[in-house]
């Protein structure tokens, strides 16, 4: 795996666990008094006990969802969890609006509102972490829109804030502290300028969580299995991605497919999270320190609705993964865990070699060029640019072919394998093949020859239009071909290439 996909993140979430707390404790006041100087509560729909309980259930459901996607490629319930929290955030970022419109929104409810908006806003990049809601298009574009939204809105009421825009008689000076004092106090200018870095490096974050969304969304949703249960088992593998700012290889090195991947393709939820529980602290540390109550129970509509949207997505999430084990226990297999952390020198990567199972095919494998360069390794006849004189090849006939195949499944190190968990995904999967005959043509490219067919027109063409992690192609180095095969009932093609 990357470094910046896993371990960078993790790296800068680990940081933000060591300086919060450092950051958050034994604060005290620069502005004016707190207390007695505003005795209003704060609005119950806005930042009532339901909203806060709402608001703290969807931003802990999807970290914890995510931490498990990230050893397990099946649905997770990221999906709709996401699509709750789009519901509850544009419900509060447009309530807040228009309380400002009405000139009705306290100092209070600026601030507390605010943290909680901010919270939600964070938490709507955790799902777009997630295959299921990358191959959601739809979904990636409403959740960009939302998060944009709700951003503009925390920046305009923050600024709105500190120009004293909300005094009133009763709140005449705020002061709270959200990783700097937040306050229309006329705090130190070096207070606001705090706070404005912590907005930029928000703005960052959604820049770069939409860029990735945005990016990869039609790849996942082309490589989605549309088949259910009832496809054969290459169709509910799913296609490969290959043109992602999030690669995966399979365990044999090449592109994985959709089914490969873990339901989590980057750490950067861990990230995403420890600032939304940081919002999320501080608006609690606002309201119980300065002694906010809210303007009416936990039975309001607004609260009531909240905690509907909430508990249902996150019900249906937690009934995803029980299904993940019953679907597992009814069908007699032991519920594995996939481990998604495999570090390797990025320089090896080239001298890996690895079959690609196709599926039943016109083409004559005949057609088939060694030493072709592709950019799918599902789709050797459709080479980047006709290769160089091939190297000689050595050929194979083999009649009455009964073998074993062998195929591994991703896993951490073998010392695991007696762990049941683990079990499904480090044992190996044997299968016997049975055909009338077998043809095996393969070649072993030098040096010279690879870099001189990566030198081809064609090949240098589509490595400059397809800059980042993207840009990866493979050689057609051999391939197997089995004739008149019994695997499953059906022909199959397996083709080799070398990276």
């Not at 990049?125 to 939204?149: D, H, N, T, Y």
């Not at 490096?201 to 969580?209: D, E, G």
Request: charged fraction near 15%; hydrophobic fraction near 45%.
């Amino acid at each position: 795996m990357p470094l910046r996909q896993w371990l960078a993140p993790l790296g800068v979430a680990l940081l933000g666990i060591i300086l919060v707390p450092i950051v958050f404790t034994d604060v005290e006041s620069t502005g004016e008094a707190l207390h007695g100087k505003c005795g209003v509560g704060v609005d119950a729909d806005v930042a009532g006990d339901g909203v806060r309980i709402a608001a703290w259930v969807q931003v802990c459901v999807l970290i914890a969802i995510s931490l498990l996607g990230t050893f397990h490629s099946n649905a997770t319930g990221a999906k709709e969890m996401g699509a709750g929290l789009v519901l509850t955030h544009i419900s509060l970022a447009i309530a807040l609006l228009v309380q400002v419109k009405q000139q009705t929104l306290t100092l209070a409810d600026a601030a507390v509102g605010a943290m909680i908006l901010d919270a939600q806003n964070m938490a709507l990049s955790i799902p777009l972490a997630a295959k299921e809601s990358l191959a959601a298009r739809w979904q990636v574009r409403v959740m960009g829109l939302i998060q944009l939204f709700g951003l503009i809105t925390l920046i305009f009421i923050v600024r709105q804030l500190f120009q004293g825009s909300f005094s009133t008689k009763e709140c005449p000076c705020l002061t709270v502290f959200w990783w700097a004092w937040l306050s229309n106090c006329q705090p130190p200018q070096n207070e606001q300028a705090l706070f404005w870095v912590y907005c930029s490096l928000r703005c960052l974050i959604f820049a770069q969580t939409s860029f990735h969304s945005l990016y990869n969304t039609q790849e996942f949703h082309e490589a989605e299995p549309k088949c259910g249960d009832e496809g054969t088992e290459i169709q509910q593998k799913g296609g490969v991605l290959v043109s992602i700012t999030y690669p995966n290889d399979s365990i044999d090195g090449l592109p994985a497919s959709y089914s490969e991947y873990p339901a989590t393709t980057s750490s950067i939820y861990a990230l995403n999270g420890v600032l939304a529980l940081t919002s999320m602290s501080a608006a609690e540390m606002a309201i119980q320190g300065s002694n906010l109550q809210p303007s009416s129970a936990i039975n309001s509509v607004g609260q009531i609705i909240a905690l509907v949207v909430a508990a249902a997505t996150a019900l249906r999430a937690g009934w995803l993964f029980m299904m993940l084990f019953i679907r597992d226990w009814t069908s007699g297999k032991v519920s594995g865990i996939m481990w998604p952390f495999r570090l390797y020198n990025f320089t090896q990567a080239s001298g890996w070699q690895g079959y690609t199972l196709l599926p039943a095919s016109n083409h004559d494998p005949s057609t088939i060029k060694l030493g072709s360069i592709i950019n799918d390794p599902k789709d050797p006849f459709s080479p980047l640019d006709e290769p160089v004189t091939t190297e000689p090849a050595v050929r194979t006939r083999i009649e009455d072919v009964e073998q074993i195949t062998t195929t591994r499944s991703r896993g951490p190190k073998r010392v695991f394998n007696h762990i049941p968990a683990f079990r499904d995904v480090t044992a190996e999967d044997l299968k016997r093949v049975t055909a009338d005959a077998m043809e095996t043509v393969k070649f072993t490219p030098s040096t010279d020859y690879i870099e001189e067919n990566m030198k081809k027109p064609g090949v240098e063409a589509y490595l400059e239009s397809m800059r980042g992690p993207a840009n990866r192609v493979f050689m057609v180095t051999g391939f197997i071909f089995y004739l008149c095969v019994c695997f499953d009932g059906s022909p199959w093609v397996p083709s080799g290439h070398r990276r």
